[in-house]
């Protein structure tokens, strides 16, 4: 049988795309696994360029609110270009940029054998371990103590250390050494291509960080010059526990925590975690990593792939095409590797997974390895529920009220309103204006409806733990992200909707042909204020909160119209519109209904979803693939499913143009890295989300057994599944049908529920922490579903 828990290779890697990827919430590490010479990069997903916007702003509410008001008026006039014209003075820079820490070179002594050679990332004990006739080396990186650890055996090793930052410092000790780096005040992105895209200025405000790596074994000589630092091991074993700490704070506040505060806690973190040995290190990680990961287990046999597949991508491949039946236990690794980035990119005490999780080599990176909110980074955390990995989401329930604060001042100097509001891309610190610089297109640069949709993550966090504290803790970022909605709608009657709308990131086409981005009522702000109003109302009932605002929103969930169908039987993605610029665009914005929300599509409007599904295509990113798979999933058709896993788990390193696919063409990277192309990290973890609806979903109350099973997954099983309500599943299955099931209540309350399975229901109670087993000969016996 494969190993479903690791990535195996029988050579190093050569390009950062075939490095395997360690990291403990903070620290990141990405293993080429060299010989003689190895390269691990550093990354802290603390380091930044720049910091907080300047205040005051440069954007003032007087051109802001003039901007929205021409914008309104031009829009009733029938003059669109006008109305785009005014709302792109609202533009303002762009969020900055996650950055590479640092580069670590660990040189073994000259002749080391490659014979014997493996390289391995074991997911169950997050560990990338090299192992040749005479070299083994393990890194892991350490969550309960907060260093990366690099242990190697084979003779004289020797640890050198440099950064692309600008080194302010380094400093040598008996067994250690330091280094102290800036990160630049301002990082351009890509699209400004600009000579000069990294900036130091002469006043700094940026992240400062402090690197301390100690010697755990071996006896240890010290080098430091400005710029690098070495540390020389002598002994048949050599291993280092490297610390950093940095002057971030928060992520509305300026990177103010003093270096010297920052250096010692580094060197005091290194020195302990050094005196603890190899050995409980290690044994500490594991622990706390397993007591993770080990929650939930995807079995997906394949008797007849090898145990070990240098290339797994390769094995699935049929030149161009790709076969995901050929190697089921592939999607199976994916699965499991989507939840070890996720544990290894997000914890409490961290910062949310950005575009890249916590791993970056680049110091322009792609869309500047920001925080996507019109998509990505909610994609990001779609498996965190459903896969028991509640901790991950801490950093992200922080951000999202870091948003509010931020986005309180926002939402009244750009808009006149209350409550809060966030456009399309930000930062570590916040930001939240509408990017550009006075030019760029509103399909991307002008979307204020963020925060509507980042806030049903506080509200799913309440339906699958079903604490009361956590929902009351985030009733006034939901709170404000309800009000500032209800202000920017405009009344039509008894109806409600958006002047000043668009869908990310497409255009539709006028009448004259024209392309335009700015419409009334796009279904995708439609939807998510509508599910807005709903959790405000059933939050409300649950916390016993009742006033002005509460009761506006129970009557404003119905005066959002739902979704809308065209002359060409398509859901519109603007309100009366049909006509798209691209018909194949890759974001589903106006399906947004469909998932990641509890819409329950049913009549015309599913089979409007369904064909908007087929219009627009298979062919596509991947992230926008795994989107694709779990919408089909919620509509139940497991052979669209296939034909999508297909185009997922392809191999590709270039971004070659395919007919039907624009610009991108999503598949895999040999490190099994998910391609935009380039990488972006959504995909991985979409795909765990994706797979997870194929076998539970629990969105419309009732829990669905095997709702959407492809051919590819027509035979596993899979242990802690979470569903709405503090439940734990465990199925088993054959040719897509339940062999066994066990369904415990997690709650501390007696629970009554509706399961169905094969077009068959059965309610059953549950007593406070009681489990129900039962069997295909139990479902046969079920009454039919209606």
């Known amino acids: 049988m494969p190993d479903l828990h690791s990535l195996r290779a029988d050579a190093p890697a050569t390009e950062w795309i075939e490095a395997y990827p360690v990291g403990n919430g903070l620290i990141g590490a990405m293993c080429h696994g060299g010989i003689e010479t190895d390269e691990i990069l550093l990354n802290h997903g603390t380091v930044w360029s720049g910091g907080p916007g300047p205040d005051p702003h440069p954007v003032d509410a007087a051109t802001a609110h003039a ?5 309104r008026t031009s829009m009733a006039a029938g003059d669109t270009a006008r109305a785009e014209a ?33 390289r391995t990332l074991d997911l169950r004990q997050a560990e990338c371990r090299v192992e040749t006739e005479d070299l083994a080396q393990t890194v892991f990186a350490s969550a309960p103590d907060g260093v990366l650890v690099v242990d190697v055996t084979g003779g004289d090793t020797a640890f050198d250390l440099d950064s692309p930052l600008r080194v302010e410092r380094v400093e040598q000790a008996d067994g250690e050494i330091l280094m102290i780096c800036r990160a630049p005040d301002d990082v351009l992105p890509l699209w400004a291509a600009s000579a000069d895209a990294v900036r130091y200025d002469a006043d700094p405000r940026g992240v400062r960080a402090a690197i301390a790596i100690r010697v755990i074994e071996g006896e240890a000589t010290a080098f430091a010059e400005h710029g690098s630092a070495s540390l020389r091991v002598d002994g048949a074993r050599a291993a280092v526990a490297i610390a950093v700490e940095t002057t971030f704070v928060r992520t509305d506040q300026a990177p103010t925590r003093s270096i010297d505060d920052v250096v010692a806690a580094a060197r005091e973190r290194a020195r302990a975690a050094a005196a603890r040995g190899v050995a ?43 076969d995901a039946t050929a190697d089921p236990s592939l999607i199976a690794l994916l699965f499991h590797y989507g939840r070890y980035l ?13 575009l890249q999780g916590i791993w970056n080599a680049q110091m322009q990176p792609p869309w500047s390895s920001n925080y996507t909110l019109n998509i990505n980074l ?54 939240n204006d509408p990017v550009g610089d006075g030019t760029h297109d509103l399909a991307w640069a002008f979307w204020p409806m963020a925060g509507a949709w980042l806030v049903t993550h506080l509200w799913e966090r309440y339906r699958f733990g079903g604490d009361l504290d956590e929902l009351r803790a985030a009733w006034p970022v939901i709170r404000g992200a309800a009000e500032f909605v209800l202000a920017w709608a405009d009344e039509r009657g008894e109806r409600l909707g958006f002047d000043l709308s668009t869908s990310p990131e497409n255009r539709y086409l006028a009448a004259d042909g024209e392309a335009f981005a700015l419409a009334p009522d796009a279904t995708m702000d439609l939807v998510l204020a509508r599910n807005l109003m709903s959790i405000v109302a059933d939050a409300a009932e649950a916390l016993d909160e009742t006033d002005e605002l509460t009761e506006r929103a129970a009557s404003a969930r119905e005066a959002f119209p739902e979704p809308s169908i065209g002359a060409d039987g398509l859901v519109q993605e603007w309100r009366g519109i049909d006509a798209l610029e691209d018909p194949q665009h890759r974001h589903m914005a106006h399906l947004v209904f469909v998932h990641p929300l509890d819409g329950e599509p049913t009549g015309a409007l599913a089979d409007a979803a369904r064909r908007s599904l087929d219009v627009r295509g298979d062919e596509s990113t991947g992230w926008s693939l795994a989107w694709k798979i779990a919408m089909r999933a919620r509509l139940h058709e497991p052979t669209a499913i296939d034909r999508l896993l297909d185009l997922f788990v392809r191999s590709t390193r270039d971004n070659r143009h395919v007919p039907g ?25 979409g795909i765990v989300a994706a797979v997870a609806e194929c076998l539970l979903q629990s969105h419309r109350g009732s829990f669905e057994l095997l709702p959407a099973v492809p051919a590819a997954l027509a035979t596993g099983s899979v242990r802690g599944l979470r569903a709405r309500g503090s439940f734990a599943v465990d199925l088993e299955w054959e040719a897509g049908r339940v062999l066994r099931a066990r369904i415990e209540n997690r709650s501390g309350t007696e629970r009554a529920v509706r399961v169905e399975a094969h077009g068959r229901a059965h309610r059953h109670t549950f007593a406070a922490g009681a489990a129900w087993d039962f069997t295909a000969a139990d479902i046969d016996s079920w009454e039919e579903a209606r």
């Open 661 to 685: 696919a624009g610009r991108w063409r999503g598949g895999l990277y040999p490190n099994l890295f998910a391609a935009h192309p380039p990488f972006q990290i959504d995909g991985n973890l």
């Open 86 to 118: 005014a709302l792109r003075r609202l533009q303002y820079a762009h969020p900055q940029s996650f950055l590479p820490l640092a580069r670590l070179v660990r040189r073994s002594r000259a002749g080391a054998s490659a014979r014997g050679y493996s």
């Open 378 to 431: 909610e994609m990001n955390y779609w498996l965190a529920e459903v896969t028991d990995l509640p901790e991950a989401i801490v950093p992200l329930r922080a951000y999202i009220e870091a948003l509010a604060r931020r986005g309180g001042p926002l939402a009244e100097r750009v808009y006149g309103a209350p409550g809060w509001a966030a456009h399309h891309c930000s930062d570590v610190w916040g930001y």
């Open 280 to 322: 409980d290190l290690r044994e500490r990680h594991r622990s706390a990593h397993r007591e993770l990961y080990d929650r939930v287990a995807l079995d997906l046999p394949a008797d007849d792939v090898p145990e070990v597949t240098t290339d797994r991508v390769a094995a699935v491949q049929r030149g161009e095409a790709a």
């Open 67 to 71: 901007a929205v008001r021409e914008a």
């Open 342 to 354: 996720l544990i290894s990119s997000s914890r409490p005490g961290g910062v949310p997974a950005n």
